[in-house]
């Protein structure tokens, strides 16, 4: 059964609240499996976890647009993911609609502006019944796609869970549930036979406490073979960081133009975990290096930053270092970004070096993380006019406490590898 997720803020809306319901019934009746949270969950349950699980498996979504919507930070966050989802897979079928007379105008004034690119569903003029603008949505579903091979955020959530499948006693799982701050209701959830891996997977995936997700790895490693636990450490590494602000690294659409970002954060690492999450960890969507400064100091620091520039993308694009660039071949299939550290640069300096790089690489990434404090944007230099400033949800102590603990991840399960080699070795 397909399953459609319903994305709304109707609790103070009698009209936006009777669409839901005709739309929610007639989805049914049609024979879909209607994800919604006012229904599914019962009342004063923590319902986040199983949101994170809908939005993680659904094939299908409405995102119902009325003003409550249009101000609610959760229908924002919501809609956020399942753009991100429809990047990878444009077939995921996402309809946004417009209820209570909310026009495509309001739509595109609000935080929800994303969704102004696809079709909306709207009744054929404004101050109509419930049932006309829940008839309208439902002319959109007679016939859905299955979720296809372009879903990487599920196949993300699939590779978590399959290494979660070596455990399978439920009081080994109640554990990793109870390390990851469920709810009792859901950590009984996670220990269901089939689908308690992958509900375990899709929380994983929506951690963004890292000392959280450092804890569920601690649980767990006592438990899971070197390998896969290896793997689930790579898997997760980037979960810290959040969906819907790491989106905004990807290209504008499957083809667009390269994308310049201004990364607004401090330490280079951090550019590494917003591709690893926007890409959902999957290394055949996009390459990456990275450049900077050495600790010692350069007499002509601009000039160094772009010689280092040229070393990493050149290598990264397997050329020699006396190639020219002219010679620079796109790989159509993966994204190549350069995270360009640019901390020790003034903002002018670190203009002209990314004007530089696009000269000669002009469909190249670059994830700019610049010298602080941000100057204001009117006062940006030619080479970043086209750049997005990217402010993380986070502040700097947030980002350094995040870094470290996924470096002491990382560290763990480095030494967990070389234990393991070195008792295998003969």
Known sequence: ?????????????????????????????????????VEGLSEG????????????????????????????EWVRKEAALLMWRRFFNPALHVV????????????????????????????PCRGVAPAEEAAAVLAGFPEVPVRGNGDVVGEWVENIAAQLRQVWTPERLTKFGEALDLPPDDVARAT???AGHGFLAAQMLHTHEVARLGR??????????????????????????????????????????????????????????????????????????????????????ETALRAECERAVKHLLGMHQQDRWEDAVEERERSSYLILDARRLTLEQAGRVV????????????????????????????????????EPP?????????????????ERRDAARSASA?????
């Open 216 to 301: 569920v790895i601690e649980t767990i490693r006592y438990h899971i073979d070197e390998v896969p636990l290896g793997h689930l450490v790579t898997l997760t590494l980037p979960v810290w960081v959040d969906a819907g602000s790491a989106r905004h690294v990807l290209p504008a659409g499957q083809g667009a133009h390269r994308r310049t970002v201004v990364l607004n954060v401090r330490n280079p690492d951090t550019g590494t975990y917003y591709l690893s999450r926007a890409y959902c960890v999957d290394s055949s969507k996009y390459l990456y290096t990275v450049a900077g400064l050495g600790s010692l100091g350069e007499e002509d620091e």
């Open 1 to 37: 059964m397909i399953k459609v997720f319903l994305s709304h803020s109707s609790k103070a809306d009698p009209h936006a609240r009777e669409v839901r319901e005709l739309v929610a019934h007639g989805l049914r009746r049609r024979g879909y499996d209607v994800l919604v949270d």
């Open 394 to 410: 986070f502040g700097a102590d947030d980002e350094q406490l995040a870094v470290r603990e996924a470096r002491r991840m990382t």
């Open 355 to 390: 004007s530089w790089m696009h000269d000669r690489v002009a469909w190249l990434h670059i994830l700019l993380i610049p010298p602080q404090p941000v100057a204001p944007r009117d006062q940006w230099p030619a080479g970043l006019r086209e750049a997005l400033l990217l």
């Open 422 to 426: 070195g008792w295998r070795r003969p």
């Open 192 to 194: 269901a036979p089939v």
């Open 45 to 72: 349950e923590e319902w986040r976890a199983r949101v994170y699980h809908w939005l993680a498996e659904c094939e299908a979504a409405v995102v119902l647009v009325n003003r409550h919507a249009l101000e609610s």
């Open 96 to 123: 946004p609609a417009l209820v209570g007379g909310v026009t495509a105008r309001e739509l595109s004034a609000s935080g929800l502006r994303e969704l102004g690119a696809l079709q909306a569903a709207r009744p």
